[in-house]
């Protein structure tokens, strides 16, 4: 019960690592609020609009009044340069970099001493596939808001975040290329990106803050060329 009574927010809650992250809290003690587009959740709405953010922050200080972990982990939005318009740009970098500057910045009074903001940002933030563009530009954003934060909130609050890499979240099973290609021998669960949250959130990371944690089975770290490691160049 490493959380007990303590309070904890997770953005993008109703699924997935979100819901995992929720889990793993909920379990060790904490009092769990989630936001989110769908349910379940314990705040229904869109991260894209502060009126929402706003009142979100009341709902959870109005009956706790304070708060120890938040965790912004919400989906920005997934769009290409050749399909993606100028709204769905600023939805990314909204839901994915503003949403998590402005939430930190109001629950900023109510964060007691020792507590932990967590970035979900991705191994998308250092290397891309076509047509990512949303989705790399936000998760960009959300690393290097990190490290900014960490500055400005110290030593009140720690401020790191986790790059996720193929991270399974349907339940599927993986075999040949998939698993080998990842250096650890299979594809992530939701359950390792939890397990460092716990980790980073608890009194045990209490010197780490400002850092990117890359958890992706060492895939980036991979080197591939053409015709090399089973692979060839089908451009």
Request: proline share 4%.
């Amino acid at each position: 019960m490493r959380f007990e009574n303590q309070v904890v927010v997770i953005t993008g809650g109703a699924a997935g690592i979100g819901a995992c992250m929720a889990k793993a809290f909920e379990q060790e003690g904490a009092h769990v609020y989630t936001i989110d587009l769908n349910q379940p959740c314990s705040f229904q709405g869109d991260l894209a609009n502060p009126n929402t953010l706003e009142a979100f922050v009341k709902f959870v200080i109005d009956q706790e009044g304070k708060i120890n972990v938040l965790i912004n982990n919400a989906l920005p939005r997934f769009v290409g340069i050749h399909s993606a318009g100028y709204e769905d740009m600023m939805n990314a970098l909204a839901v994915g970099a503003a949403a998590p500057f402005y939430l930190t910045k109001l629950f900023d009074p109510y964060f007691e001493s020792g507590s932990s903001i967590i970035n979900i940002s991705s191994s998308r933030d250092r290397m891309s596939m076509p047509e990512s563009e949303t989705y790399a530009a936000a998760k960009g954003a959300i690393s290097s808001l990190t490290h900014a934060l960490a500055v400005s909130l110290g030593p009140k609050a720690r401020v790191n975040s986790i790059s996720p890499g193929w991270i399974e979240t349907k339940g599927r099973t993986y075999s040949g290329a998939d698993v080998s290609q990842h250096p650890a021998g299979r594809v992530g669960k939701p359950e390792d990106i939890a397990n460092l949250a716990l980790f980073l959130a608890s009194d045990e990371a209490g010197f780490i803050t400002g850092e990117n944690i890359v958890v992706d089975g060492g895939m980036t770290h991979l080197m591939i060329y053409h015709d090399d490691q089973g692979w060839s160049y089908q451009g």
